[in-house]
C-alpha cells in the first residue's frame, strides 16, 4: 500500500525578503499564528533566519524570515545579509515585502537589482506590498504599477501584516504552488529555533524596544543555563554581552531600574512561551570584542566567514 499522506501533500520553504523594518517578521507570526520571530519599531531588529512553520490545507509552507537587505558596513551587518541572501537562495518561492508607504525606494530597487545579477527566476518571486493600513487605496495602484514595471514578479499581493489584511490569501497560494512531497516538520512544530536561543531573542526584543540609539545594535544575548527545577519552573541564566564600558551603565540603568524592567517584560513573555513560571537572571557583561568573535556570531546562528 502506498503512504497516502504523501501522495496530496506538499511541503517548502518560502523566504521572506525586503528592506530592514519592511515587516517580515510581522509576517512570519502571523502566518505561523504565534509569536517565532521578534519585533521592533527599529531597523536591523532580525539578525538570522528564523524558520516559522504554518499549515494550509495539505500544504506545510516553512517562512523563513530572513535579516533586512541593505548595504552593510560593520561585520555584523555583512554576516547578515549574507544570512539573508542565503535563505533566498534555498527557497522555493521568494516573497519581497515593500512597504506601501515607502513604495520603490533605492533600498527597494538594489534588491530588485540583486536578484537579476544572482539570475532568480522571477517566476518563484512574489511580491507583497505591506502596511497598506498606512496609505490610502488610489496610492496603492500607482505603485502596483511602478513595481511591476521594475520587475516581473509572478504575482503582487496587499497586505497588512500587522492587521491580518491579504495574509490568507498570500498563504493560499504559496501553498498551492509548493512542490509535492512530505512535510518537513512535526503537523504541530511552530519554529526550529532551540529554546535558549528563541529565549535569547526575547530578551534582546525588550532591551531594544527600551534601549535607544545605537546600544541595541551594539548588544548581543545569550542563554548561559536552563535549568528545568523540580517544582515545574524553568530558571534561566542570560548574559547581556555590551561593546563598551559605558554601555553596561545605561543598560542597567539609574539603581538597575532600567534592566530591572527589561527583565519582568522578558521574563513575562517567556512563561508564557514555555508556559511554566520562568526565573530570569540577567547579567551585562562589556567584551568589547564581542562583534568581532566567531563563537558570538555562533551563538546567534550566523557564519562568520560571511562578514
Ligand atoms: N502599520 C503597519 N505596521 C506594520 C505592519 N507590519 C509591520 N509593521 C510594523 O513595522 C515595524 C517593523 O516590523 P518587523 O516585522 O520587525 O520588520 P522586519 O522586516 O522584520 O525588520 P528587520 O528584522 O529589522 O529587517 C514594527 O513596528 C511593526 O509593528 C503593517 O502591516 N502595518
Ligand atoms: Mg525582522
Redesign the pocket.
Known sequence: MTDTSTDSTRAGFVA?I????????????AMVGAKV???????????ARIRGVAMEGDSQIVFV?????FRPRRHLDRAMVAAAWSGAADADIIVL?V??HRGLTDGVQAILDALREREVDPSRVALAI?????VPRDKLLGLTAKMTEAFEFSQVFM?????G?GVDDLRVWLAERLPKGPWLYPEDQIADLPMRMIAAEITREKLTLRLHQELPYQLTVETENWEERKDGSVKIDQVIYVARDGHKGIALGPRGETIKQISMAAREELAEFVGRKVHLFLQVKVRPGWLEERERYSEIGLDYNDG
Open positions: 521572506l525586503g528592506e530592514p523594518n519592511a515587516g517580515k517578521s510581522t509576517l512570519t507570526n520571530s521578534i519585533v521592533t519599531h527599529k531597523v536591523q531588529t532580525t539578525r524570515d530572513t535579516p533586512g537587505l515585502l512597504e506601501a505591506n502596511k497598506i493600513d498606512r497586505i497588512s501584516a500587522e492587521k489584511y
